[in-house]
């Protein structure tokens, strides 16, 4: 153990994160989260790890999917946050969706019981002091203005935001499920998921039109003068989506496909919101993909629109939240150190990831940068293949900066995804015996190879790196 701690700004899931995995490395940590003491504009509590928008990792399917591999490499890695998720999992089809007080408690409880993190409850207004060894900066989409301010004064960057949106929870019993029907797409089962994860709401062609033509005319919140950004395409509100064509949203979260409707099998809906289990007691729902920016009112009055929403009661309606994050591939080197200045790091949605998972992903190997830098070890990064070393290589130099028109970089938050790995090997990919790929299958057999390759990988860097720590 090393006799100055590691500190850490943020107890969101990237700073929760890097703490378990740098107090489990047996260096003291300090985490500092300024909640309850100062709130935020989208936080309800003051637990760590608090889910603001969404209540799902995504999908768990660690063979065929980007996000289910990070999955399984942060299992593999012990992490704190998959252990919480699994622990508080709740029906989502193919996806692993989590009960959001449990998740969030279950976090806060292990960072309270582990003998090497101290919490302190305080706002840190500026860039940490020099007395301070080593530090991660984990504050998150809502990063106080005074620490944004800092940050950019000391990079000479100026740090980019978009809007997260989110979306309304609905109470279960207020759904008309003569209407309704459960159903996951293509009957899809997940984990502690039964293939009827999902309640559908159907819409007719009129009904669909009327809709859109609703979000588009819906009473909407101004923006403030500093939040004049440009939004992140992989959260846009949904009636932004609605303004980019009358089609948009059959083809984005309101697509039909998948889905047949249990009370009128032969009618094919027009369109379908779907609404997943937002905690383990199934007594609330959330509209999926319905981030909004919508008022109050016009949410309340529109959404009741569809089918089987008619007398919906809403246990939170949707809001906005701003988000800041910096130019990483440009400030950060390969462990995500700011390079003006050594043993100070970044984790999390700041750098410029976007999602639960990665931003945790990010937190984790932050913590282990950083426990392996203060117990004077050898910094080994994840190899490239893995999803850890394909998304810490987008952040920091795999994105080719560039400046676009009108001066903004174009630097945005990525997902994992598989087009951030390097191709597989060639014969990697065995085709079926005597005969050629048909249809989806070649995709599937690529895909299937990265992950392949990924997990060993994976494993094979971690073994290395508990051998360094154990010699």
């Not at 390079?339 to 932050?366: D, H, N």
Request: charged share 20%; proline share 6%.
């Amino acid at each position: 153990m090393t006799a100055k701690p590691i500190h850490i700004i943020g107890g969101g899931l990237a700073g929760s994160e890097a703490a378990w995995q740098a107090a489990n490395a047996g260096v003291h940590v300090t985490v500092h989260e300024m909640r309850p003491v100062r709130g935020t504009a989208a936080h309800k509590t003051g637990d760590l790890a608090e889910l603001v928008c969404s209540n799902s990792f995504r999908s768990d399917d660690a063979e065929t999917n980007a996000v289910g591999l990070l999955h399984a490499e942060m299992r593999l890695a012990s992490s704190l946050i998959m252990g919480a998720g699994d622990a508080n999992q709740v029906p989502a089809g193919g996806a692993l969706a989590v009960d959001r007080d449990g998740f969030s408690q279950a976090v806060t409880a292990s960072i309270e019981a582990h003998p090497l993190i101290t919490i302190d409850r305080g706002e840190i207004p500026g860039l940490p002091p020099a007395e301070w060894d080593q530090t991660i900066i984990a504050t998150g989409p809502l990063t106080a203005p005074s620490l944004a301010e800092a940050i950019a004064a000391e990079t000479g960057q100026d740090a980019l935001a978009f809007f997260d949106a989110i979306a309304p929870i609905v109470h279960f019993d207020s759904i008309d499920l003569k209407t309704a029907w459960f159903q996951s797409r293509y009957d899809k089962a997940g984990p502690g998921g039964t293939g009827k994860d999902y309640i559908n709401c159907p819409m007719t062609k009129a009904q669909y039109e009327d809709f859109v033509q609703a979000l588009i005319a819906g009473d909407k919140t101004e923006f403030r003068e500093w939040e004049g950004t440009p939004y992140f395409d992989g959260c846009l509100p949904i009636e932004v989506m609605a303004e980019r064509g009358p089609e948009t949203l059959r083809h984005g979260p309101m697509k039909p496909m998948g889905l047949t409707n249990a009370h009128n099998p032969e009618e094919k809906p027009y369109a379908v919101v779907q609404l997943r289990q937002d905690n383990a007691l199934g007594t609330l729902y959330n509209m999926v993909g319905f981030q909004t920016k919508l008022k109050y009112g016009a949410q309340t009055a529109i959404f009741r629109m569809i089918p089987g929403l008619e007398n919906a009661e809403f246990a939170r309606l949707g809001g906005l939240h701003r988000n800041t994050y910096i130019n990483s591939p440009v400030l950060l080197d390969t462990t995500l150190t700011l390079k003006s200045r050594p043993g100070l790091r970044f984790a999390g949605q700041i750098t410029g990831c976007e999602g639960y998972v990665e931003s945790a992903a990010m937190g984790l190997l932050a913590g282990r940068f950083a426990a392996a830098q203060a117990l004077g070890q050898p910094l080994e990064l994840p190899p490239a293949t893995t999803a850890f070393g394909a998304l810490l290589n987008h952040i920091t130099g795999g994105h080719i900066a560039t400046i676009e028109e009108g001066g903004k970089r174009s630097f945005q938050p990525m997902n994992v995804n598989f087009g951030l790995f390097p191709p597989i090997e060639p014969g990697a990919i065995v085709k079926p015996e005597g005969r050629r790929f048909r249809g989806k299958e070649k995709a599937i057999a690529k895909r299937k190879a990265i992950t392949s390759r990924a997990l060993a990988d994976c494993r094979a860097w971690l073994g290395s790196a508990q051998a360094e720590a154990a010699e």
